[in-house]
């Protein structure tokens, strides 16, 4: 007979070897040493449209010689402006990141040298510069046109200070950057417009291929990849009508990112997407276990509210102590905001992806864009609307941790015993 104090379906397994593999990461595989050397010349290819700074222009270059992806900034001046992605320079970088005037030109053979996948990644850059541009030219207002390129195609270049502080106090900033929510909305509309047909293996490649497709688009940003993966492998799971084991999923992709790349682990971005993620599989299904199947059948709106709620909470718990130790701030209202932001981010993406098609609904996106502008900001003037100063040491996250990690235990073994009351 089962112990009735026992927890259902705890997950320690999965989460034991994620621990595992991670102090591998960190103790075992020692820092990757190829390094091409400051004043040596060597061959490179523009890996990232140029993004204009003040006296230079900032790019991420690929060395050949070692593969390396390096950040540079190559001093500005009428020959470096014309460079593009895709481009094949032989360059002689100095303090590991600068190009001089003098310290590149044009030739070299390393285009034929990258893999595919980074062939197929630069033209995707691309791409995208192209739909931002036609963004640029459909939409007049700055700050519009700023959001919708954050968005919908994670260009972030354009926002201004006010609009990141505007997204940040109110704990939207999670909009901002492109994540699982973009691209579970993508794939919710892919799948609905297969009617019903998702069990199909051509169906479901299609979906998938988009939805690789338009995470390429925007740079493969870890969120993205993260989520990417996790709906591939919830695709293949749903062709043969199998239980979706969430948490397995979820240690399986941070395993994989992290043994093709393992400097992920120190990303913020990496860890503020897994640990939102970690807990709205955690705690969500706690959550849901205290109201009854039936009132959620009844009552469609308020259960779309609760739900948007538990997931709002959860993701808190889970990232909370991780961004007052990176960013120094908890926003109190982040669940009045996500009630807005979430339904309007939705609306946002599908006018704006539509807008590429039929120019017309771009107007949508753009009115959209206005009102979630319009609503942060007036959130912003609400009493308390964020506790700044927050400085906590490692110690101490680890700590709200234990804590996270001792709430959850007690809601499990308290539901595990209620069901045998």
């Known amino acids: 007979m089962r ?5 259902i379906n705890t997950p320690l397994l999965p989460v034991a070897i994620l621990l ?47 593969g390396e992806r390096r950040r540079c900034y190559i001093w500005k001046d009428e020959r470096s402006q014309q ?24 030739g070299g053979d390393g ?21 931002l541009q036609r963004i640029r030219m459909n939409v007049d207002d700055d700050e519009a046109q700023a959001l919708i390129a ?76 993260r989520a990417a993966t996790m709906i591939t492998v919830y695709g293949l799971f749903s062709l043969g009508g199998r239980r979706r084991a969430s948490l397995n999923v979820l240690c399986f992709t941070a395993i994989i990112m992290l043994l093709f790349d393992r400097s992920a682990l120190f990303d913020v971005g990496f860890q503020l997407s897994f640990m939102a993620m970690l807990g709205i599989l955690l705690f969500v299904p706690l959550m849901e276990s205290w109201v009854s199947a039936r009132w959620m059948m009844e009552h469609r709106i308020l259960s779309w509210v609760l739900s948007l709620l538990m997931v709002s909470v959860a993701a808190q718990m889970g990232t909370a102590p991780l961004v ?24 946002l993406l599908y006018a704006a992806l539509a807008s590429f098609i039929l120019p017309v609904i771009g107007s949508v996106a753009v009115a959209v864009a206005h009102v979630m502008n319009k609503a942060l900001d007036t959130m912003t003037t609400w009493p308390l609307a964020s506790v700044e100063g927050l400085h906590p040491s490692v110690l101490q996250v680890a700590m709200c941790y234990v804590v996270v990690a001792a709430v959850y235990v007690l809601l499990t073994y308290s539901r595990a015993s209620a069901r045998y009351r």
């Open 3 to 7: 112990n009735p104090l026992r927890p």
């Open 20 to 66: 595992v593999v991670v102090i591998v990461v960190i103790k075992v595989i020692g820092p990757d040493d190829q390094r091409v050397p400051d004043g040596q010349w060597t061959e490179a290819v523009v890996a990232s449209v140029p993004a204009d700074k003040p006296k230079t222009l900032q790019a991420f270059l690929l060395l050949t010689e070692t």
């Open 83 to 106: 460079l593009k992605a895709g481009d094949n320079l032989m360059v002689c970088i100095s303090d590991g990141q600068f190009v001089r005037w003098d310290g590149w030109q044009r």
């Open 111 to 131: 285009w034929n040298d990258i893999s595919h996948l980074q062939r197929l990644r630069i033209k995707a850059l691309v791409l995208r510069e192209h739909l």
């Open 150 to 225: 954050a968005m919908v195609l994670g260009d972030k270049s354009a926002l201004s200070r006010q609009q990141y502080d505007r997204f940040n106090m109110t704990g939207a900033s999670h909009v901002l950057a492109l994540s699982g929510l973009h691209l579970s909305i993508i794939y919710l509309l892919l799948t609905r417009l297969t009617l019903g047909r998702r069990r199909s293996w051509l169906i479901q490649i299609l979906v998938l291929t988009a939805v690789w497709s338009y995470a390429l688009l925007t740079g493969l940003p870890t969120s993205l990849v």
């Open 324 to 347: 007052a130790y990176y960013f120094g701030r908890f926003s109190t209202w982040f669940l009045v905001t996500n009630i807005i932001v979430i339904p309007l981010t939705t609306l």
